[in-house]
């Protein structure tokens, strides 16, 4: 089973946290701001119930804080939350380790897909055309290369073989 780790710390134990989790081997995560209040902050709290009050509250007492969240395999989690608690040793936090059902990944179109494997190089180099010492912008796609000169605008095409489409995917 997988699980979805949920660490709220507050915002200068953000980089603390990411190194722990980095550490600890997680592979991807995502990070959240919001404005929070721990339960022992708002006991005690009522607040009038029209929106301008309400927001006020929140802007006044609210601490700034993150979360960040990954996904992680349940064998890695006490690893990772072992880790956390060393390097948050002092610190405010809160972990919550919520159990995944079912995971559903959509890539949205390939045509996006290939766009975000675009590389882009230069280098200085004589050009091919002009001969200029120039720099040449060197655009690389899944399986075409196009390098052209900044100087003259002579460009190149290549067909890169062997790169076979989705083969990488
Ligand atoms: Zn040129």
């Excluded at 995560?29 to 009522?46: C, T």
Aim: hydrophobic share 40%; proline share 2%; aromatic share 8%.
């Amino acid at each position: 089973m997988k699980v979805h780790l949920r660490v709220f710390v507050e915002v200068e134990n953000l980089g603390k946290a990411m190194n722990a989790l980095t550490d600890a081997g997680i592979t991807g995560f995502y990070v959240l701001e919001y404005k929070g209040m721990s339960p022992q902050d708002w006991k005690g709290f009522s607040i009038k119930e029209d929106p301008k009050s309400a927001i006020s509250l929140i802007r006044d007492m609210a601490t700034d804080a993150v979360l960040v969240c990954s996904v992680v395999e349940e064998e890695k989690v006490d690893g990772i939350v072992d880790a956390l608690t060393e390097s948050l040793k002092g610190e405010k936090y809160t972990i919550l380790e919520v159990p995944i059902r079912r995971i559903i990944v959509n890539y949205g179109d390939q045509e996006k897909v290939e766009r975000a494997e675009t590389w882009l190089l230069e280098k200085e180099v004589e050009c091919f055309y002009c001969g200029e010492k120039a720099t040449q912008r060197i655009r690389i796609d899944t399986n075409r290369a196009k390098i052209w000169c900044t100087n003259c605008g002579a460009a190149r095409h290549y067909t890169i073989k062997g790169s076979e489409k989705g083969a990488a995917r």
